[in-house]
């Protein structure tokens, strides 16, 4: 079988590396965050704050951000961002797990 050389996976007998979609398949970093949304219809609140979990699929770096549904909330939830790979708001590349690390902020789409 041999060893992984400095945590690359190998294909048997081949040495080659795998393919990044097929060593880091099935692996997903899971984050907890929330968003303020500015509230116009009411006099007795100005914001609300709504809570969203953040899927980082390491196999293809896609982000997927949902709201845990609510029952009789009557505020639409579910799906916010669908999976796919998020540009960072300043332009320089796409969204790591280390732009997502505990403590910081991130924007994603103006929110």
């Given at each position: 079988y041999g060893s992984p050389k400095a945590g690359i996976a190998t294909q048997r007998g081949s040495g080659s590396p795998l393919p990044k979609w097929v060593e880091e398949n099935g692996r997903v970093l899971r984050f907890f965050g929330y968003f303020q949304e500015a509230v116009t219809e009411s006099n007795i609140e100005n914001h609300r704050v709504r809570r969203v979990v953040v899927m980082y699929y390491l196999e293809d770096d896609t982000v997927q951000v949902t709201e845990p549904k609510q029952?009789?909330?009557?505020?639409?939830?579910?799906?916010?961002?669908?999976?796919?790979?998020?540009?960072?708001?300043?332009?320089?590349?796409?969204?790591?797990?280390?732009?997502?690390?505990?403590?910081?902020?991130?924007?994603?789409?103006?929110?």
């Amino acid at each position: 079988y041999g060893s992984p050389k400095a945590g690359i996976a190998t294909q048997r007998g081949s040495g080659s590396p795998l393919p990044k979609w097929v060593e880091e398949n099935g692996r997903v970093l899971r984050f907890f965050g929330y968003f303020q949304e500015a509230v116009t219809e009411s006099n007795i609140e100005n914001h609300r704050v709504r809570r969203v979990v953040v899927m980082y699929y390491l196999e293809d770096d896609t982000v997927q951000v949902t709201e845990p549904k609510q029952d009789n909330s009557g505020i639409p939830q579910g799906v916010f961002v669908r999976r796919h790979q998020i540009e960072k708001e300043d332009g320089s590349g796409t969204l790591s797990p280390a732009d997502l690390a505990v403590g910081q902020t991130v924007t994603i789409y103006g929110r």
